[in-house]
């Protein structure tokens, strides 16, 4: 049996981030995250009731992250350049569209704190298109984006190029650099 030791809500969430990307939310256990702190299962059900509660907490802290990162969009000059910002901090979090899409996985129907945090996420990623509508509206105030183009594909555009599969392990900067380059100039020679 593991012994009982301290961990912090970072390990926890790391380790809890490892194991969802590579085993899902079905494969994802309490044992398994109890193995990988070197804890025992009981010591994870003091904190939480049962994995869907720990996993839409780890959720709600990340995306809490992200819209404290995405917050700084407001600070950079001009639509190209918050463009840019925008591509680099979604390819530091790559792994949020996968975590959302497991999140998508969890029944609601668990108990309250379930229910309540999934209520969180969907705030939070409300709030998300919110900050990103200003965005949207200085493309278009510029004169760069598109008046035609919904604001919702050119969002969900912008936030699918991270899940496109690099079968052929293009480096990651010059899969960046390329994905930039269709976004903001589009694939055909002119």
């Known amino acids: ?109 668990l108990n309250q704190k379930v229910r309540d945090n999934l209520i969180k996420l969907e705030q939070q990623r409300f709030s998300m298109y919110h900050n990103l509508q200003e965005f949207i509206e200085l493309g278009r105030s510029e004169g760069k984006l598109k008046p035609n183009l919904p604001d919702s594909l050119i969002l969900g555009f912008i936030f699918q190029t991270i899940v496109i599969p690099n079968h052929f392990s293009v480096p990651w900067s010059e899969w960046v650099k390329s994905i930039k380059e269709i976004i903001c100039h589009g694939m055909l020679v002119k």
Do not use: C, W
């Open 1 to 109: 049996m593991a012994r009982d030791r301290k961990f912090s809500t970072n390990d926890l969430f790391q380790k809890t981030t490892e194991l969802l990307l590579q085993y899902g939310y079905e494969g994802f256990s309490f044992s398994l995250l109890a193995d990988q702190l070197e804890v025992s299962r009981g010591t994870l059900y003091k904190y939480y009731e049962n994995k869907e509660e720990l996993i839409t907490d780890f959720m709600i802290h990340e995306m809490n992250q992200f819209l404290d990162e995405l917050k700084h969009i407001r600070t950079v000059e001009g639509f190209e350049n918050q463009v840019d910002f925008l591509l680099d901090l979604i390819f530091k979090n790559a792994s949020i569209p996968r975590l959302i899409e497991i999140g998508r996985n969890i029944p609601s129907n």
